[in-house]
């Protein structure tokens, strides 16, 4: 595209507003820098995308004002044939290589070529004078039949923010070209101004139950939040105008939460006691354990010494009774009775 594609309708921010510096002020924050490559807003991006294919479950998309592509990218992983638009050059320059192919240098304000199932253009109008932003949603009604579309209504410091409006100008901006909020969608995991514009051919009654159903489920939260909020001046009337019996339940509470204060004292002396009984104890099994690691070694030795005399003892037998078996062989000789006769002891013959 030539750089007059780019050029705003009428005024307005210009595609130098957004180059590195407005990404480190705005995008840069605490989820670190805001690229493909890093964790959250990768992670961050898949979710989206998973999200909007649970809604819609589109086959075509197109994120107008896309900055780096991560949506168009996320979308691209699930199958989804997902392109980009935006007006920034250092945007699409910083775009992950994978992703670029799909993203293409153009104005939102610029009619779009062919047709989507659905086009996302999230927090980018209020970024358009007054002008660009109509040919922008002109745009968009004109490629698909669903947009998904998000511009804060919250004026802020930030200077692109040239054309901040209620998010009621612009459900009526799209209701002019046939487009109206899908009430029984809910976008807050987006933002809480989100909303879903689908192209039908509503009658006013149609339109009326649509509002209606909203409108009773944010009275519903109105009245509530009214009760909560008469609750809370009863409180503060009480606490102004006590009644005056409230002295005298307050001192019997304060004694009541100084005895408890003693009882739990007492029972800290009481822990502390016998965390150092117990302490006492472990430290005295420890001595007795030592002790008794001494005896069964003694135990042992003695064990061992009395086996050693078991086998001498055994030794000596064996040797006395083989002395015994040779002195009865030697007694049962003839040289031994011989050997008696001539010594004189005959009652051995």
């Not at 699409?92 to 062919?114: I, Q, W």
């Not at 009275?219 to 019996?245: N, T, V």
């Not at 030794?315 to 009774?321: E, I, N, V, W």
Request: charged content about 30%.
């Amino acid at each position: 595209m030539s750089s007059q594609d780019v050029t705003p309708v009428t005024g307005g921010t210009a595609p130098g507003d957004y180059a590195e510096s407005y990404y480190a002020r705005v995008l840069n924050g605490a989820e670190g820098e805001y690229t493909w490559d890093n964790p959250s807003w990768r992670e961050h991006s898949r979710s989206l995308a998973d999200r909007l294919i649970a809604l819609a479950n589109p086959k075509t998309t197109l994120d107008v004002g896309c900055a780096k592509g991560l949506l168009v990218q996320a979308l691209a992983e699930k199958g989804v044939d997902a392109r980009g638009i935006d007006i920034s050059e250092h945007a699409l320059a910083g775009a992950h290589p994978e992703v670029r192919p799909r993203l293409e240098l153009s104005s939102a304000a610029r009619p779009l070529e062919g047709r989507f199932d659905l086009i996302t253009c999230l927090e980018v109008v209020e970024h358009l004078d007054p002008r660009a932003a109509r040919a922008s949603i002109d745009a968009m009604c004109a490629a698909t039949d669903r947009v998904l579309f998000s511009s804060t209504p919250h004026e802020s410091p930030e200077a692109t923010h040239v054309n901040v409006r209620p998010t009621s100008e612009w459900a009526a901006a799209f209701a002019e070209r046939g487009f109206y909020r899908r009430a029984d969608v809910n976008l807050d995991f987006l933002t809480p101004w989100a909303v879903l514009f689908e192209r039908s051919e509503l009658q006013p009654r149609d339109i009326v139950h649509r509002y209606e159903s909203s409108l009773v489920h944010l009275a519903g939260e109105l009245s509530e939040k009214r009760q909560g909020l008469l609750a809370l001046q009863r409180e503060l009337d009480a606490l102004h105008h006590p009644d005056p019996q409230a002295h005298e339940r307050a001192e019997a509470t304060a004694q009541h939460v100084a005895n408890l204060e003693l009882h739990l004292e007492s029972a800290r002396h009481d822990v502390l006691t016998t965390r150092d009984h117990i302490i006492g104890l472990e430290a005295e099994a420890v001595r007795l354990q030592a002790t008794v690691n001494r005896l069964n070694l003694r135990i042992k030795a003695q064990q061992e010494r009395v086996q050693k005399l078991r086998d001498r003892l055994r030794g000596q037998q064996k040797r006395l009774a083989r002395t015994e078996e040779r002195l009865k062989s030697l007694k049962a000789s003839r040289a031994y009775r011989v050997g008696r006769l001539l010594t004189g002891s005959k009652s051995e013959l």
